[in-house]
């Protein structure tokens, strides 16, 4: 899906709207992925980072058509960086269709994602496990068949303190297993957890569902409390929680986190704390085009009460403020920006991701730019089949100050690539970096790095 600015007579009625949503295009930083669909956001931090794992709505659709999951990772809660799809439905020999939300969990240095897939064999709903030695992956099938099969979906894992693992899940209802050490297999039976209107609220009007639960149970431990955070009610979905004193139950309702909002009829919720503050991830239609089979991951700063419940908080357009500033003296991906127009994304020949189908007055966005005391020169990996172009370097917004102009020559391929260098002058302090490209029509020039020297 490409951003703001569109370039087909289709979208004109989806920009419009955007701009009613987005009135200030580059103060904003949500939704935190722009040039595609995202969905089901699963946070987890590792090692530093905090590593996004998300569902993938393709473009265009008018049900939950998802092929592949995806991943991203910030250091800053602002800055994400695409590392592409390290696993879809072709990972799983066994499943057919509808790549669902799931969830990645990391134990003894493996990375375990469970998803949703449906079964070949059965044509019910089951869920899989992918492996791998690193967050982005690449993931192979665990186990090479489903680790449970009821027909239920959205899994999601915890491991409490005591070392003990825990997959719940489902869909109408909610079950759990314990998972053994390996987290590919698991003790005993599926348990369904009693769906109380004490434990999860009463929802009215639907005598075959009395309580607000819907889908998307994230559980997790804070301060010696269970918290259980999910989809409440449909359709249109809100997120509310439940806690209890142990991570079976029993479940008390305790209200609601975010109302229903957004032009999304699902929300998927996600919990995580870095950096010393917590952060709340959710999904809205919020981008050109979206809705509620096109959505977008967002994600809100909030802290919690003082007796540990959770505020009622909203979404919003602004995100988080920055956890931490962008060390431009280093290499960075293109690929990591708080917001791109125009851009998208794609596998480069030199290994991670780069950015691509660049044309004239496209420009990304990176936050929180610590130039200290000055930038003296700019050098970026660039690949051409065309002429080439400009790469103008902006600070404060896509029409900001001009601290360098960098020119991009042809290289004779969109993978053959080739450093170019620029001089800067006034990039001073911490600032918010847009990268502008101009140049002729047509495709430009795709990017894979950057990087400025003092």
Same mark, same amino acid.
Not at 249 to 274: A, C, E, K, L, V
Not at 286 to 299: D, E, K, N, Q, Y
Not at 438 to 453: E, H, P, R, V
């Given at each position: ?5 569109c ?34 956001p699963?946070?987890m ?20 058509t ?17 590392h ?31 998803? #949703?897939?449906?079964?070949r ?17 690449p993931f ?8 449970? /099969?009821?027909?239920?979906i959205?899994?999601?894992? @915890? ?21 053994? #050490?390996?987290m ?22 639907n ?8 889908e =998307? #149970?994230?559980?997790?431990k ?21 806690? =209890? ?9 305790r &209200? ?44 809100e700063?909030?802290s ?33 920006? =708080? ?6 994304? /794609? ?21 929180a730019?610590?130039?200290?005391? &000055?930038?003296?020169? @700019? ?12 790469? /103008? ?5 896509q029409? &900001? ?7 991009v020559? &042809? ?10 260098s620029?001089?800067?002058?006034g ?15 047509g495709?430009? @020039? ?9």
């Amino acid at each position: 899906m490409r951003s703001l600015p569109c370039r087909t007579v289709a979208w004109i009625v989806s920009v419009v709207c955007a701009l009613a949503v987005f009135p200030a295009v580059a103060s904003a930083d949500n939704p935190i992925v722009q040039h595609v669909y995202t969905a089901d956001p699963a946070p987890m931090v590792y090692n530093g980072r905090v590593y996004l794992y998300t569902g993938h709505d393709e473009d265009g659709s008018t049900n939950f058509t998802m092929k592949d999951w995806r991943v991203w990772s910030s250091a800053d809660m602002v800055n994400w960086t695409d590392h592409g799809s390290p696993m879809s439905l072709a990972t799983f020999s066994w499943a057919s269709t509808n790549a669902w939300a799931g969830h990645t969990i990391q134990r003894n240095g493996m990375f375990y994602w469970y998803v #949703p897939v449906t079964n070949r064999a059965t044509g019910r709903m089951a869920i899989g496990v992918g492996v791998s030695n690193s967050p982005t992956g690449p993931f192979r099938d665990a186990i090479g068949r489903p680790l449970v /099969e009821n027909g239920e979906i959205d899994p999601a894992a @915890f491991i409490d303190d005591n070392g003990q693992a825990y997959l719940y899940w489902g869909n109408p209802n909610l079950w759990y297993v314990k998972l053994n #050490p390996d987290m590919i297999s698991f003790s005993g039976s599926a348990t369904r957890i009693p769906l109380t209107t004490a434990g999860f609220g009463t929802r009215t009007g639907n005598p075959s569902r009395p309580t607000l639960y819907e889908e =998307a #149970p994230w559980v997790y431990k804070r301060n010696g409390l269970y918290y259980n955070v999910f989809a409440a009610k449909c359709c249109s979905e809100f997120i509310a929680y439940s806690t =209890a004193p142990s991570p079976t139950g029993p479940w008390t309702y305790r &209200g609601t986190i975010m109302p229903t909002q957004g032009s999304s009829f699902t929300n998927h919720p996600g919990i995580i704390d870095y950096k010393g503050s917590s952060y709340f991830f959710y999904h809205n239609g919020a981008l050109p085009g979206g809705g509620g089979f096109t959505r977008s991951v967002a994600v809100e700063k909030f802290s919690y009460n003082a007796d540990g419940t959770i505020p009622t908080f909203n979404m919003t357009t602004a995100g988080p403020p920055a956890a931490d500033t962008l060390n431009p003296y280093v290499r960075q991906e293109a690929e990591t920006i =708080a917001w791109g127009s125009g851009i998208e994304t /794609e596998p480069a020949s030199e290994g991670t991701m780069n950015i691509g189908h660049i044309h004239n007055n496209d420009w990304i966005k990176i936050k929180a730019v610590a130039f200290g005391a &000055g930038a003296k020169s @700019f050098t970026t990996r660039v690949a051409s089949a065309t002429n080439g172009g400009t790469i /103008e370097l902006r600070l404060g917004n896509q029409n &900001g100050t001009v601290v360098g102009r960098c020119t991009v020559a &042809g290289t004779g391929g969109w993978q053959n690539w080739a450093n170019v260098s620029c001089p800067v002058t006034g990039a001073t302090g911490t600032q918010d970096l847009f990268l502008r490209f101009t140049g002729a029509s047509g495709y430009l @020039f795709n990017m894979n790095w950057w990087q400025f020297t003092s």
